[in-house]
């Protein structure tokens, strides 16, 4: 199994920023990609960024310039530097592991949630 701890949410005011952190543990072979997603109020859980383990990245286009995902796979941690905040990224912000491998021989990928942090841009 694993689990993701996710941390480095907290209230910023508009054009601040924020990291946001999220270590995967437990038992398990492998990780192919690892991200973030977030859900506004009344909104759908949406795609931030995603990162593989090779190192290649998709954003939305809504945070394209002032988000960056990068990851650390000797400390199986993403993290996800956010710039220039506005109040419309208020959102829970989610940590997936996606096409997790929990043994070498596994013949099928899994994938995992975080608990969600709270990230708040408001005056």
């Known amino acids: 199994q694993v689990q993701l701890v996710e941390s480095g949410g907290g209230l910023v005011q508009p054009g601040g920023s924020l990291r946001l952190s999220c270590a995967a543990s437990?038992?398990?072979?492998?990780?192919?990609?690892m991200g973030w997603y977030r859900q506004g109020p009344g909104k759908q859980r949406e795609l931030v960024a995603v990162?593989?383990?090779?190192?290649?990245?998709n954003y939305a286009d809504s945070v394209k310039g002032r988000f960056t995902i990068s990851r650390d796979n000797a400390k199986n941690t993403v993290y996800l530097q956010m710039n220039s905040l506005k109040p419309e990224d208020t959102a829970v912000y989610y940590c997936?592991?996606?096409?997790?491998?929990?043994?070498?021989?596994?013949?099928?990928?899994?994938?995992?949630w975080g608990q969600g942090t709270q990230v708040t841009v408001s005056s």
């Open positions: 997936k592991a996606d096409r997790v491998l929990l043994r070498a021989w596994s013949r099928s990928f899994l994938d995992y």
């Open positions: 437990g038992s398990f072979f492998s990780i192919n990609t």
């Open positions: 990162i593989t383990s090779g190192s290649t990245t």
